[in-house]
């Protein structure tokens, strides 16, 4: 009878060590983030649009299918109606009456201005930015999505999780994940949406477009 009961025993728990400790796919995603946008704030006047985004992103930026140690990041980022005729820009940015004067650098890629403060920012910050004598409220539109970085994680992973796990082995996804805000000057809409991404070891790489209101699946890559 005492060996029946340990063998009972023992098969229970090889049963939990298979099956009770699996690591949902949400949680093994969120492990290999290369870059999770959590909040989001903008502002605009009659001669820039400006953002900041903030959240954790791959220390050595590099999309190859491998997340790495992630750091905070806030950048910010400012297009102008009409490009300046200079590879930098200098900005007076205060962000709960802490004052910094930050050059921002082109990026020739997209004609945007960029400067990372390397920090985390939860949304509830107060921010104004002062350029050319022109001084605006940057506003935290994170904060009026009803649906959060968290939520549209969750709704691309169990819209890929067939894929995601396809290209798993062991304990290796094989892939690494973005999720990004789109707004207005990425997008011929009025809307904000959450575009995540998925880029595999093999150079596979596919995305989902998803309402920041709604949670509505708007558009996706096969």
Not at 133 to 157: H, P, R, Y
Request: hydrophobic share 40%.
């Amino acid at each position: 009878m005492k060996k029946k009961l340990f063998v009972l025993c023992l098969l229970v728990a090889v049963c939990f060590s298979f099956f009770g400790c699996k690591t949902p796919t949400l949680e093994v995603v969120k492990q290999n983030m290369s870059e999770w946008t959590k909040s989001y704030f903008c502002g605009e006047t009659d001669a820039f649009y400006c953002t900041l985004s903030s959240g954790v992103r791959e220390e050595d930026y590099e999309t190859n299918g491998l997340s790495g140690d992630v750091v905070d990041f806030a950048l910010l980022c400012i297009k102008f109606d009409t490009v300046p005729n200079s590879s930098l820009v200098r900005v007076t940015i205060e962000i709960d009456e802490e004052k910094q004067v930050v050059d921002m650098e082109l990026n020739t890629l997209n004609g945007t201005y960029m400067y990372d403060f390397e920090r985390q920012l939860t949304g509830n910050e107060k921010i104004v930015l002062s350029l050319n004598d022109q001084t605006v409220d940057m506003v935290a539109i994170s904060n009026q999505f009803a649906i959060s970085s968290d939520k549209a994680l969750e709704i691309a992973c169990k819209e890929f999780e067939k894929k995601i796990l396809l290209k798993k082995s062991g304990k290796n996804l094989n892939s690494e994940f973005y999720l990004r805000v789109l707004d207005k000057n990425a997008n011929n809409f009025e809307e904000i949406f959450w575009c995540f991404t998925v880029y595999n070891i093999d150079g596979e790489n596919y995305s989902i477009i998803i309402s920041a209101e709604t949670g509505t699946i708007l558009a996706k890559s096969n």
